[in-house]
């Protein structure tokens, strides 16, 4: 059974540009999840969607960071402008219905950004 | 409000150790208690899971107890190997906040020959 995918793996891009991340969440799950993880702030929660809807955004860090979920197979994480303190692991997970079911993770986006 | 601490690291222990990583909770429902593994370079993946109080999770040689009278799950193995090296978080799930996670802060476990 396939995963959830992120790509691309590893992200490295200087400050200013932009920064999209991608996510594919297992078939069937309609929760979608989006974590960064750093050394200094370990595993936040960034924002999280139900049924395509986002229900919690307010772990994002500010403006210049905005996630979409156009439909059940795909959400995006986007920075713009990106900058030298986004460098982090960004991982998306999602949960399929129902109480009490875990959380599957994505091998994760390593993004550095000079 | 929910929450999940758990005790700090690093733990460094010799292969064939006994393994303790403690866990404590604060929740406003019914919460599941997780254990998540880390291993480098890699996303977490579940490794045990308890859905109601007294009920053990078990994986790969360890385990947990859902304890709510002490609101723990403490994460335990017998014998540790090399290949545990990882870090391990504990999570719940509250039933009043639908599929949101609740994460500790992680636990690194370094296992030597």
């Known amino acids: 059974d396939a995963g959830v995918i992120q790509s691309p793996r590893h992200e490295v891009t200087e400050m200013g540009q932009e920064v999209t991340l991608r996510c594919k969440p297992i078939?069937?799950?309609?929760?979608l999840f989006w974590y960064r993880q750093t050394m200094m702030r370990g595993l936040e929660l960034l924002i999280y969607f139900n049924n395509n809807v986002p229900i919690d955004d307010s772990g994002m860090p500010e403006d210049r960071f905005s996630a979409k979920m156009p439909n059940a197979s795909f959400s995006t994480l986007k920075i713009q402008p990106s900058e030298p303190r986004d460098s982090a692991v960004y991982f998306c997970?999602?949960?399929?219905?129902?109480?009490?079911?875990?959380?599957?993770f994505g091998d994760g986006t390593r993004l550095s950004i000079l | 409000g929910n929450s999940v601490t758990q005790m700090e690291g690093p733990v460094t222990l010799s292969e064939e150790a006994f393994l303790t990583i403690n866990c404590t909770y604060t929740a406003t429902g019914y919460p599941s208690l997780f254990w998540y593994v880390q291993y480098p370079g890699e996303g977490l993946q579940l490794l045990l899971k308890a859905t109601k109080a007294d009920d053990k999770g078990s994986n790969k040689g360890f385990e947990a107890t859902y304890r709510k009278e002490t609101t723990s799950f403490h994460l335990e193995k017998g014998s540790v190997q090399v290949s545990d090296s990882a870090v391990y978080f504990c999570?719940?799930?509250?039933?009043?906040?639908?599929?949101?996670?609740?994460f500790g802060t992680g636990t690194s476990l370094t296992v030597i020959p």
């Open positions: 999570a719940l799930s509250d039933s009043n906040t639908g599929n949101q996670f609740y």
């Open positions: 078939s069937g799950h309609n929760s």
């Open positions: 997970a999602s949960t399929g219905g129902g109480l009490n079911q875990p959380q599957h």
